[in-house]
């Protein structure tokens, strides 16, 4: 067991440090967008109003801080940490685990958040991405079908992943029943969904890590 801030990192053997590694730009990447979203105001920034227009910055606030801090999460048998557990194998208690068996049989699952708990589980597909921070040229893609796709590999780096997971963690709100995953999904749609959509979040925060990222052209085609 490793610890990073108050997260248990449990199970992740090799992996252990580039996860802490992930949570602290995490973090670093939240106060950035906790004092954007400060000096801006109620009229909010312009990245603020793409992803979350119409949704008061006290929520979006609340929740990045609650990542932030790792606060203790309650449940129903008392308040724990938050937990991030690699799909490793050789532990028996994990290789006997429905999280497991989710991980080998949901084809592209790269992790999930355990409904109820304070876990994030973390499947073989995204220890070995080698996709590990947003960078501009995850921005345009082609899904398996042909068609083009805008920010679902920005959706899909270790970082990616993991924030959206930690935001599915700290909201504790059933998320939308299909989730917006591509970025122009995730810009329409109303506040009170994108409030509780994981990826409305991401791309929230991955565009504050590369300035602007993907989103150039879709201010430009807005004038
Ligand atoms: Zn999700």
Redesign the pocket.
């Given at each position: 067991m490793m610890a990073s801030g108050n997260y248990r990192i449990v199970y992740c053997g090799q992996h252990s440090h580039q996860i802490a590694q992930l949570l602290q730009s995490i973090w670093l990447t939240i106060q950035e967008a906790l004092e954007s979203i400060d000096s801006a105001g109620p009229a909010g920034t312009p990245l603020y109003n793409t992803f979350f227009r119409g949704v008061d910055p006290t929520t979006v606030k609340a929740v990045l801080e609650r990542i932030a801090i790792g606060a203790s999460i309650p449940t129903s048998d008392g308040a724990h940490n938050p937990t991030i557990v690699c799909d490793n194998p050789s532990v028996p208690s994990v290789l006997s685990s429905d999280v497991h068996a989710e991980c080998a049989t949901v084809r592209g699952l790269m992790a999930?958040?355990v409904k109820e708990s304070t876990t994030v589980f973390l499947c073989p597909k995204y220890l070995l991405t080698t996709r590990l921070e947003p960078a501009s040229q995850h921005c345009v893609g082609y899904l398996p079908s042909g068609r083009y796709s805008m920010g679902i590999m920005l959706g899909e780096t270790q970082w990616s992943v993991l924030f959206?997971?930690l935001?599915?963690l700290y909201l504790r709100v059933p998320?939308l029943e299909e989730?917006a995953?591509g970025i122009f999904a995730a810009v329409d749609l109303p506040p009170s969904q994108a409030a509780v959509n994981?990826?409305s979040y991401v791309f929230f925060l991955a565009s504050m890590l590369a300035p602007h990222l993907c989103l150039w052209f879709f201010w430009e085609s807005e004038d």
């Open positions: 999930l958040w959206h997971e935001v599915h998320s989730e995953r994981p990826s």
